[in-house]
């Protein structure tokens, strides 16, 4: 596979996977539209096509070349255009869409981006789950995370109480499982270095705290829907929201940390020197 191709299959992939993780209905479409432009980018450097800068283009050239593999994926032009008039909007004005319609574009995604792997792969004599497995090792330390599992049986833990709730007159069994808002999240945990990533991907204490992280963010999506709630919201609509916590650690050398801090406090000095000397000379003035 040309180096540009696979650079261009995993920019696009962090970009899908910032946008399943994202609480604002703007950064999702931005992300999640930008995913597929760098798969389409992908197939046409693949097939010897320049890609160009000018995605309405970008759009019709993949219209025209890869008409059929849109077909397969179930992305019609209308959903395209649709979605590319969206994701200018969202760059361009304040417009909050509705988190259904971010869904459809999500999973318009993800089918596109499947159909485009799935192309490439055996267009390089790989198999899809061969492709799939380095790319997603490639961001994330490996395609299947140690705390995949924990989620995964947190999630299990919910439904059963929300089972049991029903059986207890709360609610119905099958509506309180549906609602489940494990059903409806999404865990993105990055990282850059090697070793971070592996810790992530395999390190099983990692993944325990990971799943308490997780469980929290559970009970908080319902302490805002009970909010919601009270806050005279329909019944209807209390599920009807975006929600992401975005916390990040951006760390550096002990070496750089040091020399920032020397340099902040040599300006603090600095500074306080250059104002005792002002105060000072306006002392003299007076005497004078």
């Known amino acids: ?47 010897g096509i320049d890609p160009t800068r000018n995605h309405r283009q970008k759009l019709r050239l993949m219209l025209l070349h890869f008409g059929e593999l849109l077909r397969k994926a179930n992305a019609t032009q209308e959903d395209l255009v649709e979605f590319y008039d969206c994701w200018q909007k969202v760059r361009y004005s304040s417009i909050v869409l509705k988190p259904n319609k971010i869904l459809y574009f999500l999973r318009l995604s993800s089918r596109i981006i499947s159909a485009i792997l799935s192309k490439l792969a055996s267009q390089n004599g790989m198999s899809y789950e061969e ?24 999630h299990e833990i919910w439904q059963h109480e929300a089972e049991v709730q029903g059986e207890m007159g709360i609610g119905s069994k099958l509506l309180n499982k549906m609602l489940n808002p494990s059903n409806f999240c999404e865990i993105l945990v990055l990282a850059d270095d090697e070793v971070t990533k592996e810790i992530i991907a395999k390190d099983s204490e990692f993944a325990s705290k990971v799943a308490d992280f997780y469980q929290s963010f559970l009970k908080l999506i319902l302490y805002v829907q009970n909010a919601r709630l ?59």
């Open 230 to 288: 009270e806050k005279g919201v329909t019944s209807n609509e209390v599920t009807n929201f975006m929600l992401s916590l975005k916390l990040r650690y951006h760390g550096q050398s002990m070496d750089e940390i040091v020399y920032d801090w020397g340099e902040m406090i040599a300006k603090v000095v600095e500074s306080f020197n250059l104002k005792s000397r002002k105060d000072q000379d306006g002392d003299n003035k007076k005497d004078l």
């Open 1 to 47: 596979m040309k180096p540009e191709v696979k650079e261009r299959l995993i920019t696009g992939l962090i970009q899908y996977l910032n946008a399943n993780s994202s609480g604002s209905s703007r950064l999702a479409v931005a992300d999640s539209y930008l995913a597929i432009d760098n798969y389409f980018a992908a197939i046409l450097i693949d097939k």
């Open 131 to 154: 492709l799939e497995e380095e790319l997603y090792t490639e961001i994330l330390g490996d395609r299947w995370l140690n705390f995949d599992e924990k989620i995964s049986y947190i």
